[in-house]
C-alpha cells in the first residue's frame, strides 16, 4: 500500500492547486474514499466531480471508478500481508513454492506456447516491461532471446520504459510481466502501447486485471501472495519456468532445429 500512496505522489507537482487538494484527501482517507460515489467525494473534498476526474486522469487511471478499483485492490493486499502468519517454518515455505511450481507446469498448454512463439517469431523487435521483483525476469528472458538472435531490450528506468513504449512500432512485440496486472506505471505502458497498436504478451499472476484485458496474449499463473514485514517474498520463478518453455519453442519454431522440441516430451 505505502508503494502505491509513493507513485500517486509522485505525480503531485504536475497538479493544480485543487488536484493537490484532491490527492492529499486519497493519501489521508483510503479507505473512506472506497465507500464514496464521485459526487459524495465532490462534497468531502470542496471541489467538483470534473477536478477529481482530472486528477484521477492525471495519476495515471481513466476515471475516477477505475482508479477506486486499483485502490481497493492494493488494500486487500494490504490486509493480505498483515494475516500472514510471520513465524512460519521452512517446510512452510518449501510447500508453498512447490505450489507456485506446479501451478505453472500444470497451466502450460502447448497450443497456446505455439501462438506466444509465433508472435516472437514475427516480431521485428521484442521490448520487455516489468518493474520492481519482475524486472529481473524480463532482464534474463530479454538476454536469452537476445542470444537467440532477436532483437530485445529490458529496462530498469521509468522514463526510458516510457520512452520506449511511445517509439514501438505495430511490427514489434511488448511482453509484460506483472504479479498483480494492475502496477500503475505498468498500465501506462500498456495504455501507450495499446493505442499504437503494437501486440501486447503478458504474464500475471492474478485474474481478472486490467493488463491482461489490454493484451493480445495472456498467460496466467496463480503465485501465493506473502510478505515478510515489507518485504515481497512471492517467488517469480513460474514467470521464468513459462518463458524459458515459450523461449525453447520459439527457437524451435525459429532455430537450426537443435533445440528439441517442447512437443516431444
Known sequence: MQSFMKRLLQHRDQLSQLEKQVLDYIIRQPQKLLSLKLDEAAKEMF???ATISRTCKKLGFQGYQDFKLQLQLYIREDHQVKSHDLSANLSFHVKRYE?????????????????AASMLVQARHVEWFGVGHSYSVCWDASKKLLLLGKSSMARIDWDDLRSSAINLQKDDLAIFVSY???TL?????AHIVKNQG???LSIVGTPSNHLADLSDFVFYTPIEHYYYNDVDMCSRAPFQIFLDLLLLEY????GDGSCASLHSR
Open 180 to 182: 498483480s496486472g494492475e
Open 251 to 254: 527457437k524451435m519454431k525459429h
Open 198 to 200: 503494437t501486440p501486447i
Open 99 to 115: 505450489k507456485d511450481i506446479q501451478e505453472v507446469l500444470n497451466r502450460i498448454n502447448e497450443e497456446d506456447l505455439s501462438k
Open 47 to 49: 471541489v467538483s466531480t
Open 185 to 189: 506505471h505498468i498500465l501506462e505502458y
